[in-house]
């Protein structure tokens, strides 16, 4: 695949040497900031569930069968103006700079940039219920990353969105779930109903849990990608159920 995204290596290696900073880029002659949305993650998850851990992160992980490897949370890249961007190849096999990224943040998002035309109305459209943190992909399949789209040309999916998605790592799905009483399972599970249902959940959003808003100003285009092997999702009624957004599901 011809990719012309191998410019974020290098704000991957810059947001990961400095993670409170601004690394800027540029693609297809549109330039961008990119910041990372959740830094010192492990800090935070150990604040938020101390009386969970009671040793190291690392202990917890290796008795709930599950890896953790996010230094910070979520790569957000946000362009200047409105960008056409390829991301995936007619076999919807993921471009290996994103994959690099959502690798190392768990989730890679794109403001103010839209798919190509061929690439627009593939897929279907979904809309979850609240709070059901989920995977989209079963591990027999080999289609793992999941991407979710606001389409800036859709008549209605110009318009800012009501729900938001919800993206946690699944460590903290298993500790929040101890936390609300439930048995410990090791290893990843498929799907938690009403997880934090019962928290406040601004107490967590930003710090143990990212919120794709889908909020920017209409005609904006948004897109979020991440790995189905590293996080779980939800879809979060923020202020409402809203519209049902794109979902492709990549190789
Ligand atoms: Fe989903």
Redesign the pocket.
Known sequence: MDTKLHILKQTVTNLLAAPKSMATGHYSGVNYHATTAISDFERKITDHYADFIPGDLASVCRQAGMTFDFPSFGLIVEFEKPVEITLYDDEHVLDENAKEAITRFGTLIFRNAYLAGKFRNQGQR?I?PDLHF?L?RGSNQDNQY?LFCRDPFDAVQKHPRQSSTLITANIIAYLQSLKEGRPPKQGQQSLYEDLFKNEDLSTHIGSTILEQAWTAPEGTGEICLIDNRLVL?ASYYRTGQGYPIGVRYLF
Do not use: K, L, T
């Open positions: 979904n979850f989920h989209d999941s999702h």
